[in-house]
T-cell receptor, first 116, second 116 residues
């Protein structure tokens, strides 16, 4: 079945460092891809999304490009801040399977800790 | 403010004592869903609802029930909780329109449940 694999964390960086969190997926058809962020004690918030191959989602300095040839959707940011410390989830939505049209399949999550 | 509200946020209970986690949204969304979050597994869908009186199982429905009598509410019921239901639970909702952003899932802040 469809699945999402994320790099294991935690990822620990110094402020202003470059961030990459790897995400690869397995899916039939043409899924939409998402990155969600979970700050401590809060629910998940949509960070960015891409709905078709070669689309680039971007928000708050974060970017991810939908690469169908490598089935990847890696999250990047050029210069992280302490306030970016959170758990990041990669997810896919595939209208071809059950769970309602808006079911998301999530990766395990990657915890990011940014130090001053 | 548009939001998904869950209660309680934290609960410790004992095996077999029935409990309900409430979920309410104020965005007139048709679609609602429950997920559980466990370390190393990400979020997994428990149940979902496409509209009032329309509910269906997700990937991990065993031990849970739901109802959708009103559009805004989607309670999660644990008739006889067991320790393996200790988890962090999220309710989410979305619209069904085709406009950009209309069907992005909005998550509640989460309910942390411990079953002893």
């Amino acid at each position: 079945g469809d699945s999402v694999t994320q790099m294991e964390g935690p990822v620990t960086l110094s402020e202003e460092a470059f961030l990459t969190i790897n995400c690869t997926y397995t899916a039939t058809g043409y899924p939409s891809l998402f990155w969600y962020v979970q700050y401590p004690g809060e629910g998940l918030q949509l960070l960015l999304k891409a709905t078709k191959a070669d689309d680039k989602g971007s928000n708050k300095g974060f970017e991810a490009t939908y690469r169908k040839e490598t089935t990847s959707f890696h999250l990047e940011k050029g210069s992280v801040q302490v306030s970016d410390s959170a758990v990041y989830f990669c997810a896919l939505r595939n209208r071809m399977f059950s769970g309602g049209y808006n079911k998301l399949i999530f990766g395990a999550g990657t915890r990011l800790a940014v130090h001053p | 403010e548009a939001q998904v509200t869950q209660n309680p946020r934290y609960l410790i209970t004992v095996t077999g004592k029935k409990l309900t986690v409430t979920c309410s949204q104020n965005m007139n969304h048709e679609y609602m869903s429950w997920y559980r979050q466990d370390p190393g597994l990400g979020l997994r869908q428990i149940y979902y609802s496409m509209n009032v009186e329309v509910t269906d199982k997700g990937d991990v429905p065993e031990g849970y029930k739901v109802s959708r009598k009103e559009k805004r509410n989607f309670p999660l019921i644990l008739e006889s909780p067991s320790p393996n239901q200790t988890s962090l639970y999220f309710c989410a909702s979305s619209g069904t329109g085709s406009l950009s952003g209309a069907n992005v899932l909005t998550f509640g802040a989460g309910s942390r449940l411990t079953v002893l």
